[in-house]
């Protein structure tokens, strides 16, 4: 595969303060035959100004300007004027390591997939699944045990779109593209959906991107879409996925008891609404109604979360998800 020409997307936004070590970290790679197809969406700073001068040292570079229309448009458009027969996407603040798109291109087949690691940079409480990658390599694990472990709320595989190397044949073919107008977990459902479709999924065990997790992550902040943005999600891969697949079902339902805990997490940080009126929206609405029957099953798989939610699944059981609510309030006051 060492002739084949790779694609990188890269979406940017006001990213004047990083651009520049990113895009040298695609133009140092050891693998020359690339294509840097960069998205400036509507950025307000001096993001253009440093995209054209970088353009003037390297043809490589391919800049598409557009009006701000959020980062999985961007990347939509990034796969739609891709050239190369595989695509990578990296974050504007991330980096890749040098020898990153050899190492993909040194996979001895043609796939519709190619799955790689990551190091985190910025966090040291924040894991990788380097661990994971290995043992699914080692037992040369299928499609169904790759998409469990994604899909899993333990030694699972992280959905972050940009930890793998595309065919975009297969992407276009599949018309494959992100969703427009959610804001959380559009890159896990791009992952789910293009491991589901896929034939053939290679993966390489090295850590070769390096995520960049800064202060500005959306998990610190108030988010009004959560809720129905990972119930999109949700709803998309049980109707596709879990519906006529009960291999999956326990790890759903996990998923759907982790999509109440984050909902619990993100309404905290409404400064809009009283402490109770969040506890009474919350715990008499929302658990109620679309999470009590879930909260239920997913109790004897209690210990298949990591261990800060399932001391919140044990909450929950038990419902008191009110002393959960004051804890995690607590916690946020005293990290502000």
Known sequence: MQNKLVSIVVPVYNGEDHIKDCVYSLLEQTYKNIELIIVNDGSRDNTDLILKSLQKID????????NNQGVSCARNVGILNANGEYLVFIDSDDLLDKNAIESLMNNNEDTDLIIYGFKVNGNGNRKN????LKS?????????????AVLSTTNNIYGYAWRTAYSVKYLKDKGILFPIGIKISEDYLFFVKSIYYADNI???????????LGTTSMS?????????DMNYVNNWIYENVIKDN????????????????RFVQTSFRDEGRSFIRICLDVI??????????????????????????????V?????????YFILFRLKVLIKE
């Not at 699944?129 to 994971?132: A, M």
């Not at 699914?136 to 045990?145: P, T």
Request: one cysteine or more.
């Open 59 to 66: 043809e490589r570079i391919h800049i598409i300007t557009q």
């Open 202 to 212: 290679s993966i390489v065990d090295k850590e070769l991107y390096d995520y960049q």
């Open 136 to 148: 699914l390599k080692q037992s040369h694990a299928d499609k169904d045990k790759i998409l469990g």
């Open 315 to 323: 909450l929950f059981h038990f419902h008191l998800d009110l002393l």
């Open 284 to 313: 008499r609405q929302k658990r109620k109604n679309d999470f009590d029957c879930n909260i239920k099953k997913v109790w004897k798989m209690r210990t298949t979360f990591d261990y800060k939610s399932h001391f919140a699944v």
């Open 246 to 261: 009960s291999l999956f079902i326990s790890g759903f339902n996990c998923m759907v008891v982790n999509t109440y805990l």
């Open 220 to 228: 610190t902040k108030y988010i009004p879409s959560l809720l129905d």
């Open 129 to 132: 699944d380097t661990e994971v």
